[in-house]
């Protein structure tokens, strides 16, 4: 029970962080580019950061079930597809990043929940 009373703390304190911060969409506080890849959930309710300028290098927030932490962008545009129903699929990670991907694939979760270089949704 103790991991929700300090799921419960940081959802409060994120929410009074953004409810009294002021953002500007401009010059540092700006989103960098890139998206968040698909994070494993971090059940701990990590706050590393609030916004992406909070993150060092190109490095951009990303939500992580609960928690907010700092993660290297998914090079390709596009989104992962969700994986709704288990599918079939190789139960080994084929790729880590969008850069082992041909073309416009992307570094997506398969299946098995592992990686796998997969068509993106646009």
Do not use: H, W, Y
């Not at 929410?15 to 969409?25: C, E, N």
């Amino acid at each position: 029970m103790p991991a929700c009373r300090l799921c419960l703390l940081a959802a409060g304190l994120l929410l009074g962080l953004l409810l009294f911060t002021p953002i500007s969409v401009t010059g540092a506080d700006a989103e960098k580019p890139g998206e968040c890849p698909q994070l494993e959930p971090i059940t701990d309710c990590v706050l590393e950061c609030t916004l992406d300028k909070d993150c060092a290098d190109n490095r951009k927030c990303c939500q992580a079930g609960c928690s907010s932490v700092c993660s290297k962008p998914n090079e390709k545009q596009g989104t992962c597809p969700s994986v709704d129903i288990p599918k079939l699929g190789l139960c080994e990670d084929q790729c880590q990043v969008d850069s082992q991907c041909s073309g416009n694939m992307k570094c997506c979760r398969n299946g098995c929940g592992k990686m796998a270089c997969t068509t993106p949704k646009f």
